[in-house]
């Protein structure tokens, strides 16, 4: 029983795509998912990843913008299936002046949903039954956050877009689920990280009394990648340390 279990959790023979796989939880994802056996594609629109990868995963610069059908149609071929896409790519545009307010909310929406909208369609058309997609949006899908409406309007798109494409792609046995991150020690949040005061008040608002990090979201995208989520789709998978839950902070 033991290893029919672990075998569940196992992504050995399957291709993965993973985009913003240069830094933070994407190439912590793309780590990850080759450390589980996978074939891994990790793209970005960084001429390299902030690091070297600790398993094998093969890098592409690409600017998920102008679309990943090329790259999709190659794993294919290469690999002869396309089993896993996990859109991690995202910008943010915080405090952005009002001069420039409506083109930056713009611009976030063309990285953070509609690009995602073009991945999974190049995606979904190499996939077999068994396929999963899986979206990185954030507790900014749920949650109204200040000074920041066109990332929390692109989480929140991705969200329902979600749940949407598993309406749609379910009847050919292709899974599309959410993974929405609390705060998370990355590039893109380490200003805040640094600052004592917004540091504390993220921790607080937490269950757990910590902010986290990109190793606590490995095992839900292994899950989500895997036979072991065989029978999960539509669904929003909060990785949060209880923020979500949390009411009144003391």
């Not at 999963?132 to 954030?138: C, D, H, R, W």
Request: a neutral charge; charged letters at 20%; aromatic letters at 6%.
């Amino acid at each position: 029983m033991p290893a029919e279990v672990a075998g569940l959790f196992s992504l050995t023979g399957l291709t993965a795509i993973v985009t913003g796989a240069s830094r933070g939880i994407g190439f912590a994802l793309a780590d990850a998912l080759a450390a589980a056996g996978a074939s891994v594609f990790a793209l970005a629109r960084a001429e390299g990843p902030s690091t070297a990868f600790a398993h094998d995963v093969e890098y592409r610069t690409c600017d998920v913008t102008l679309g990943i059908e090329g790259i999709c149609e190659e794993v294919a071929r290469r690999h002869g299936r396309l089993d896993v896409l996990i859109n991690a790519a995202g910008i943010t545009m915080p405090g952005t002046d009002e001069a420039q307010r409506l083109a930056q909310f713009d611009e976030t929406l063309s990285v953070n949903l509609s690009a995602v909208y073009a991945s999974c369609m190049a995606a979904e058309k190499r996939m077999r039954a068994g396929g999963s997609i899986v979206n990185v949006t954030s507790i900014g899908s749920i949650l109204g956050f200040p000074n920041n409406p066109g990332y929390a309007a692109s989480k929140g798109g991705v969200r329902m877009l979600t749940k949407a494409l598993a309406v749609d792609l379910g009847p050919r046995g292709i899974r599309v689920n959410s993974l929405a991150p609390g705060y998370i020690r990355t590039d893109m949040t380490e200003r805040s990280f640094q600052d004592a005061r917004a540091h504390e008040a993220r921790r607080r608002q937490t269950c757990l009394g910590r902010w986290g990090t990109t190793d606590d979201l490995i095992g839900t995208a292994i899950f989500l990648s895997s036979r072991a989520s065989a029978y999960i789709t539509g669904q929003d998978i909060v990785v949060d340390g209880g923020w979500t839950a949390k009411g009144l902070v003391e």
